[in-house]
């Protein structure tokens, strides 16, 4: 089995049997395996259900995320990072973070629109042997795509998509490649070809995303109301027709039981009745591209700021104990979290 698949398992076992201390006895051995970081906020695509690249938000530079990485690097084994943006390849010093990661033997990977994930920039990445790269793909008619992400880019998307399969198998790269979906009204008639399409460049899987009412980057504006209006009666048949491709085989990486609440969602009701305790702030990290630091991305309460404290010392601050078990007993209903079962993570380890 890959290496990098034995150390994150290591480290998920070691989260596990922390968390469950932290539950029953209140000793906390809790610290996060997995930091999402939005490197920026700059973007190349205008998508009208977004408002970061409305913004212009302060950045910083590539020493500041490599120290506070580094920071906290051996005092928890393990450690995956995905980087988010904006888009992550408009940052101009973006590869030195990269090349620290791959140095400190830390996982990591990114989510990136594809835009500029060019045979240069796909050589550049590859060849530092990251763990996983998520591209967002959401139609493959150029209108669509325009409609949604209000640029015209997809005929280059799907290019560069080519390359990055051609170049993973040129130097025989066991690196991930996930599709991310948006559902809504403009790509709803064939989300059922993305999920083919993922099969047919033997990508990890697709998994879909119910376009997002609101969180830190995303909000119901006027501009894109319009895309929630789903056609019910076309929702079920493709959801029908979605677990149906699941159950043969079809790597579509959202559990059953997640698509049936689509509609439930985007009919506003509460789909997730939350009884259990919430790990997030347990096993997460959220870093913005200020440098503010939260343990949930939700929850805007922020522990601290890596440009201006210490990672580790943020993460062992009374601040931080105290949210901590505030978030546990959180019963706020995320219905725009993607679920996934026993068998989705398994998919996911198979495909090394």
């Not at 150390?7 to 809790?30: C, E, M, P, V, W």
């Not at 390359?163 to 599709?179: A, F, G």
């Not at 119910?210 to 909000?219: D, F, G, N, V």
């Not at 985007?266 to 997730?272: N, Q, R, Y």
Request: one cysteine or more; a positive charge; glycine letters at 4%.
């Amino acid at each position: 089995m890959n290496l990098k698949i034995i150390k994150l398992g290591l480290s998920n076992f070691r989260s596990i049997i922390a968390n469950n201390i932290y539950l029953k006895l209140g000793f906390d051995f809790t610290y996060p395996i997995h930091v999402y970081v939005q490197i920026n906020s700059q973007c190349n695509s205008k998508c009208k259900m977004c408002k970061i690249w409305r913004e212009d938000k302060r950045e910083l530079p590539a020493a500041i995320w490599i120290n506070a990485l580094k920071e906290i690097r051996p005092h928890i084994g393990n450690l995956k990072v995905s980087f988010t943006g904006g888009e992550v390849l408009l940052k101009k010093d973006i590869f030195e973070t990269f090349e620290a990661c791959n140095k400190e033997n830390i996982l990591f990977g990114m989510t990136t629109n594809g835009i500029l994930l060019n045979k240069t920039n796909i050589k550049r990445f590859l060849d530092l042997n990251p763990f996983n790269v998520n591209i967002s793909l959401d139609t493959f008619n150029p209108e669509t795509y325009f409609n949604i992400r209000g640029v015209h880019c997809l005929e280059k998307v799907l290019a560069n998509i080519e390359y990055l399969v051609e170049y993973r198998k040129k130097i025989n790269s066991n690196i991930l490649i996930n599709l991310k979906t948006m559902v809504c009204k403009e790509n709803l008639h064939e989300l059922d070809k993305i999920a083919e399409y993922a099969r047919e460049k033997n990508f990890v899987g697709v998994t879909y995303q119910p376009l997002i009412k609101e969180t830190r980057e995303l909000e119901t504006n006027d501009e894109s109301e319009e895309m929630f209006h789903i056609d019910k009666k076309a929702l079920f048949h493709m959801i029908d027709k979605l677990i149906e491709m699941k159950r043969k085989g079809y790597d579509i990486l959202n559990s059953e039981v997640n698509m049936r609440r689509w509609p439930d969602y985007f009919d506003g009701k509460i789909v997730i009745d939350r009884t259990n305790p919430c790990l997030v702030s347990l096993r997460n990290l959220y870093i913005f591209p200020e440098g503010d630091v939260q343990l949930c991305d939700y929850i805007h309460a922020k522990v601290g700021n890596i440009a201006d404290d210490n990672l580790r010392s943020i993460l062992n601050s009374e601040r931080t104990a105290k949210l901590k078990k505030e978030l546990v007993c959180c019963k706020r209903s995320c219905v725009y979290c993607v679920q996934r079962t026993i068998k989705d993570y398994i998919t996911l380890l198979s495909k090394f």
